[in-house]
């Protein structure tokens, strides 16, 4: 079965770069967080480029894509930038990015979270750093740019986070510990985590005009915005079935940067 990077739906409770869960029924905790929302809030999220589909009620602001957090602040701010586009379906960004480079972001890892979540922290942080990029990490034991910590009792997605705001990365990833067990694998969870840091960073999916193409099922766009899209020189115009971006993961899956995912990562930063 796949995994998803959303929230948990019908059918879902997959463990998806903002992954959901496996589930034979409709959720109905989810089905009620939607009625809760107001369609003004729902436009708001529309203006910003976001799909109104399965938005959920999240402790830091609304879920939306299945693991992307939107804060207040998020939705009160104008789009300055434009999205950056790799392909039909490949890497975007958002309008927001980190400043202030070269930089040192460093990542923290909650003690709510078990042992082998420092693990998959540091084999991610290895991925990131091996690309020599204008910005690397750091794993720290206090403080921290931005802290992993377990998501709350019953959260409707495996992982979350969102984009950066002001030069700075999003400071929180949100962990299902209780989805993903206390030794879920190190390549797993960092590939998982890495997805998270990403959106932290400024990526948003890879397949975010066509979800289907990584989680099956009917095309979904994610929306793209109004504000339009640049193509990065040297990336294909096809799909890329082994980007670490891509919106849902299957079970146990590794997947570290590829030439794609590389290419990306290096014409932003």
């Not at 998959?120 to 990131?128: H, K, L």
């Not at 992993?148 to 997605?157: N, Q, T």
């Not at 969102?162 to 797993?188: E, K, M, Q």
């Amino acid at each position: 079965m796949r995994r998803l990077v959303k929230p948990l739906s019908a059918i879902l409770i997959v463990a998806v770069l903002s992954l959901l869960v496996y589930s034979c029924k409709k959720d109905v905790k989810q089905e009620q967080q939607q009625v809760e929302i107001s369609s003004q809030v729902l436009d708001r999220i529309s203006a910003l480029g976001f799909s109104k589909t399965n938005v959920q009620i999240h402790p830091e602001g609304y879920l939306v894509e299945g693991d992307i957090v939107l804060t207040e602040n998020d939705l009160n701010n104008t789009p300055e930038m434009q999205f950056l586009r790799i392909a039909e379906t490949e890497q975007y960004r958002t309008n927001n990015l980190v400043g202030s480079l070269p930089r040192s972001i460093t990542v923290r890892v909650s003690t709510n979270l078990p042992s082998s979540y420092v693990t998959a922290t540091n084999e991610t942080i290895r991925r990131y750093n091996a690309q020599n990029l204008r910005i690397t990490f750091q794993r720290v034991t206090s403080g921290g740019n931005i802290v992993l910590s377990r998501a709350p009792s019953g959260a409707g997605y495996l992982a979350s986070s969102g984009f950066p705001s002001g030069g700075n990365p999003y400071p929180s990833v949100r962990v299902n510990s209780a989805f993903l067990g206390s030794n879920p694998g190190t390549n797993y969870l960092a590939t998982i985590l890495a997805h998270e840091i990403g959106h932290c960073i400024g990526f948003r999916h890879t397949d975010f005009m066509n979800r289907a193409y990584s989680c099956g099922g009917s095309p979904v766009n994610e929306g793209a915005s109004s504000v339009g899209a640049i193509l990065i020189p040297g990336t294909p115009s096809g799909p890329d079935a082994g980007s670490w971006m891509l919106a849902c993961i299957g079970n146990g899956q590794n997947r570290p940067f590829n030439t794609n995912d590389r290419t990306a990562l290096n014409f932003l930063y």
